[in-house]
């Protein structure tokens, strides 16, 4: 399936025509990277779920994508992604309005930073359940789907953080590298029924979490860029591009494997700066 490339804010956009009529879901849509994927994927004419916990910002992102892609469902729903029941009526409702999950990208994710030895339980197991638990139930809800459509593709986000360690990231490192490993045994398991599973490693990312900590003084944005081989921080279209190429019939004979965007930093090889 061939794609063409458009210009949208100095970004390259792909759109791929075999997306077009498609269904896919995005949890941790409300803002962020997860609002960015959700709304390139409409952009390509895809039907799309988004979920969250955060009222406010879903229905932000909903009249967002809606009025920029007024021929394309956008439905939302208020779920936490370790909610094993609210996720898959979710996805029941979907399908029931659109008729088939043919994408589910897991976004939603939560940062744990603190000194292993000051690290609470309950910190590590709220990680757990977000980043990895989430992770995998809705997998495995959005994966019932498409093994008996014989079709479907999983998108995980990951981190760069999850191939690599880092000081006073024990919870986050541990949840994305569960991640990467979840990502592996499902591609494996389910490729004989038509499903691919890949996973996306960002780096930093220039969104609102990061501006935050900027303006915290948590963040030294300059000392990251110069950290960083490329030189910049990576934008949330970046990740929604990629996000949509592993989505796509063209990346149909890729499935098990992990993409890390993030400008170079994991390849070389100096230590973690700022508290993101």
């Not at 969250?52 to 910002?57: G, L, S, T």
């Not at 994305?176 to 691919?196: H, I, Q, S």
Request: overall charge neutral; some cysteine.
């Amino acid at each position: 399936m061939t794609s063409t490339v458009q210009e949208t804010q100095g970004v390259a956009r792909p759109v791929y025509a075999d997306l077009r009529g498609r269904c896919g879901a995005v949890t941790g849509a409300g803002r962020g990277i997860g609002l960015a994927i959700a709304l390139a994927m409409a952009r390509s004419g895809m039907h799309v779920q988004l979920l969250d916990v955060d009222d406010a910002a879903l229905l932000e992102a909903r009249t967002l994508i809606a009025d920029r892609c007024p021929d394309v469902v956008v439905d939302v729903a208020r779920v936490s992604v370790s909610d094993v029941d609210g996720v898959r009526d979710a996805f029941g409702r979907f399908v029931s309005t659109t008729g088939s999950l043919d994408v589910l990208v897991n976004n939603a994710g939560i940062a744990a930073n603190a000194s292993s030895l000051e690290l609470s339980v309950e910190q590590w197991r709220r990680a757990l359940d977000v980043n990895l638990t989430g992770t995998f139930v809705c997998a495995q809800a959005a994966g019932r789907v498409m093994a008996r459509q014989r079709r479907g593709a999983i998108v995980n986000i990951a981190s760069m953080f999850g191939v690599t360690a880092a000081a006073d990231r024990a919870a986050y490192c541990a949840t994305k590298a569960g991640v990467v490993a979840l990502t592996k045994v499902l591609a494996v398991e389910w490729a004989d029924r038509g499903v691919r599973v890949n996973a996306i490693g960002p780096g930093y990312i220039g969104t609102e979490l990061v501006a935050a900590l900027v303006a915290q003084s948590r963040l030294d944005i300059e000392a990251v860029r110069r950290r960083t081989p490329i030189g910049r921080l990576g934008a949330a279209e970046d990740v929604a591009n990629l996000a949509l190429f592993l989505a796509s019939d063209v990346s149909r004979n890729i499935t098990g494997q992990v993409v890390v965007s993030d400008g170079g930093w994991t390849a070389d090889g100096f230590g973690v700066i700022g508290d993101l």
